[in-house]
């Protein structure tokens, strides 16, 4: 489950799941659900596959939000279906959606980048609960 919170002149993202797979799934979701208006109208038309290594989780939950916002600006994919497994420090995903439509989605605020700033990674009772800041 994600959340949008709010900051001053950026946007905070707030996920909470019962595992790490889940919340780094949720997480993209959240990111992609503040880059397009209707995420459930994002088609599953193609594939992308992500494998990442970081020093630590924390960083590992930027750089792949930040490798999502990379692929959305280059490649101009919209994604919306996420299988991601954890393990450590490393990260592998498989991540479905289409090229970027004028004609069907209408995009929300550019996101920049995804900080440090703010950054939480937290296991509690149920699981884990993680907030970011994206910079818009």
């Not at 001053?8 to 799941?17: E, I, M, W």
């Not at 590992?60 to 420090?89: K, M, P």
């Amino acid at each position: 489950m994600y959340e949008l919170i709010e900051h001053t002149a950026d946007v905070g993202l707030r996920v909470s799941a019962a595992d790490l797979d889940e919340l780094f799934s949720d997480a993209a979701r959240g990111l992609f659900s503040i880059l397009v208006e209707d995420l459930a109208a994002v088609r599953p038309d193609r594939r992308l596959v992500f494998e990442l290594q970081s020093a630590d989780t924390e960083s590992l939950l930027i750089d792949w939000l930040n490798e999502l916002v990379y692929v959305f600006s280059t490649q101009h994919v919209l994604l919306s279906r996420f299988d991601v497994q954890v393990q450590g420090a490393r990260l592998r995903a498989e991540a479905t959606g289409e090229r970027f439509d004028p004609q069907r989605h209408h995009l929300g605020p550019e996101i920049k980048a995804v900080t440090y700033h703010g950054l939480t990674l937290t296991r509690t009772a149920q699981g884990y609960v993680a907030e970011v800041i994206l910079d818009v």
